[in-house]
């Protein structure tokens, strides 16, 4: 059976009457961060051109603004600009006549960031830096001229097509919320009202590019939020923008404000689109669905099953802009899968870090600066350890022509992956892991797991190079009685080789504490693999859809018969360095299960009755059965010290390299650059 025909729904052509887009995947909007950058059209243009020869149908670029007010980096309002945009037009349709690219137009409104924001009203969003200045009405119709104007530069770029959010808290979702748009005048008060500004924006910009364009309206169709956007409002909307001239509906499902995850990894694939299923009823237009859509039978479910006409996919286009192809032609196996983990893209977007790029694909975004060339003359690398760094090296290298032995003496590969997919809610670890071991027999790696490599055999079989890819060791903090039966390393605690009592501390509270933690604090299946317990955990009602979708009283959340004191020395708020994008709803998940967290914590010592502790300067002894210890990583370098020794050279990644706040995005991405040059 090849990929078309295993998914029908996925590569049947869409006709939209004046063009066609040639299978129904999207790659969904991302911003990128080279927008501003030196450089930045060539490196987009790049970007966008490997998605396009990937095989999908239709691209959306990140958000553009429509002029300086909108809180984005990139902005399209002249011709000089437009001539910027030219190269990523042409270079997308070089790549493929058929693809089709659409610029978004972003105005963040209320989150732009600086003084001069503005939106309907002068009410601050709780994630905004500023109060924005409420809009006057002259200022209302010079910003739907920005939108016509912007939209009619884009065209003469080159483009497709526009896309015009109308969501996720920027300024347009901002006129129809009634908290945010307080307005007595024609353009607040009631729904009519409220309505009118995103309506008015789409007429003007289809009247400024005509027919013969794309425009697709982005619509919240459900915001997340209490006292949000009513069925009927969104039904509404999605109607008179349809008539107003939008050729497509987009359905997205936030307000970046909402305290309800829609796109991290303990949300379920595909959660939301029966809501664009049941949006598609009452439109006639083709609408989109989104989140969570991250293999391709994902997406052709949820097509067959009617929930939409088109799939938007975002992320798992920056961890494999080959995705659809490998689609086409049956190598799903082949997918190196979006974990939906945030933490190189959307947590570098909203952190203010520049640039965006993909923990799994470290090419993303840096396709003109990261290469994977054939190597002019084929090695004999040896790369020990099957972890994250040792498994992106060996690919890297062998994909290049290099002859790569992998070592480990585990008998599976992943290292620390194998931890990760443990947890609930980090399931979509497994998809690495496939990813990696069909690398491995797709580029001819050698695999030798049960080994425990050393200097001398190393030596003897002669590799022209030697990666150490060790990994790391649980560090073992010096308090008094760390010896004890009660004290359980967290990567016991995680495999289950050692049994967790009732009344549990867990000392330290990085990455790996709040996994722990959750873990042990976890009860029945896991949300990330069921619709119903995640929208009861999260307080969504998709049948009955109330305002916002949200149903505004205390989610029920099951939790294993436990205690749980999760705690560090340092006096800070617990969890504040876990992900920018997903670390809120880790806490919050933790505190709706009633963990405790302890901050400024002196550990003393650990015997029979408990943990003995100085809390903020004051005793406190903790009556504990069970302590984890998650105090962090020392660097595994016995091998590297003894290669060292006999005078055989090697380079060190991953953990074994650096393993301060150890993680596997740096752990990839420096194995990949090194394997590009080796
Ligand atoms: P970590 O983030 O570096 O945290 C280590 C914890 O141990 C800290 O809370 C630290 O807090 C404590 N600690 C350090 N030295 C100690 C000592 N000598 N005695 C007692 N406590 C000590 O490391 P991790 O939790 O092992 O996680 C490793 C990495 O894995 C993370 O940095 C992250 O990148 C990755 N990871 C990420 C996630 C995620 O959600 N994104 C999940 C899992 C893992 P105090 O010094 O204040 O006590
Ligand atoms: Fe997906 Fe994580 Fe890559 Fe972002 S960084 S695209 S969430 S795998």
Known sequence: MTGTSRYPHVFAPLDLGFTRLKNRILMGSMHTGLEEAEHGFERMAAYYAERARGGVGMIITGGIAPNTQAGVGGKLSTPEEAAQHRLITQAVHAADPEVKICLQILHTGALAGTPDCVAPSAVKSRIGRFTPNALSEAGIEQQIADFANCAAQAQSAGYDGVEIIGSAGYLLSTFLVQKTNLRTDQWGGSWENRMRFPVEVVRRVRAAVGERFIVIFRIAAMDMLEGGLAWDEIVSLAQAVQAAGANIISTHFCWHEAPVPTIATMVPRAAFTSVTGRLRQVVQVPVITSNRINMPAVAEAVLARGDADLVSMARPMLADPELVNKAAQGREDEINTCIACNQACLDHTFGGRLQVSCLVNPRACNETLLKYHASSASKRIAVVGAGPAGLAFATVAAQRGHRVTLIDSAAEIGGQFNLAKRIPGKEEFHETLRYYRRMIDLHGITLRLNTRADAAMLQAEGFDEVIVATGIAPRTPAIAGVDHAKVVPYIDAILGRQPIGRRVAILGAGGIGFDVAELITHAGTSAALDVDVFAREWGIDFKNHPRGGVTGVVPQVAR?????????????????????????????????????????????????????????????????DTVILCAGQTPLRTLYDELQAAGVPAQLVGGAFEAAELDAKRAIDQASRLAAII
Do not use: C, S
């Not at 670390?583 to 943990?611: K, S």
């Open 560 to 624: 294993a018969d436990r205690e749980v004191w999760l705690m560090q020395r340092k006096a800070d708020a617990l969890g504040k360095n876990l992900g920018r994008t997903t670390g809120w709803a880790h806490r919050m998940t933790l505190a709706r299960r009633g963990v405790h967290m302890v901050a400024g914590v002196e550990y003393l010592q650990i015997d029979d009755a408990g943990l003995h502790t100085r809390v903020n300067g004051e005793p406190r002894l903790f009556e504990v």
